[in-house]
């Protein structure tokens, strides 16, 4: 089982900021798209941003200009930092690890923006 590890969730107020980090193991990491998607009360998972091993990054427009996706090889984790927070980005946040054969979830974190 392979097991991704979220941390940095919380509770902001509108237009500040949080980190989430996501660990993976080594094996996995490196060959791996690490991607970010939320998911809101009563809506669909949806794709956050995205990052390939060889660093090309993807983001919904929802949060161009706003998020940032990178990713630290040496020490297998993936960062979202999320600035200019609102409250429509209240979600659980998910990482992924995926590749063209497997694809392993995380478990979640909590971001809840308040107005």
């Known amino acids: 089982q392979v097991q991704l590890v979220e941390s940095g969730g919380g509770l902001v107020q509108a237009g500040g900021s949080l980190r989430l980090s996501c660990a993976a193991p080594?094996?996995?990491?490196?060959?791996?798209?690490m991607g970010w998607y939320r998911q809101a009360p009563g809506k669909q998972r949806e794709l956050v941003a995205v990052?390939?091993?060889?660093?090309?990054?993807n983001y919904a427009d929802s949060v161009k200009g706003r998020f940032a996706i990178s990713r630290d090889n040496a020490k297998n984790t993936v960062y979202l930092q999320m600035n200019s927070l609102k409250p429509e980005d209240t979600a659980v946040y998910y990482c992924?690890?995926?590749?063209?054969?497997?694809?392993?979830w995380g478990q979640g974190t909590q971001v809840t923006v308040s107005s």
């Open positions: 992924k690890a995926s590749g063209s054969l497997w694809g392993y």
């Open positions: 990052i390939t091993s060889g660093g090309s990054r």
């Open positions: 080594e094996n996995i990491f490196s060959i791996s798209t």
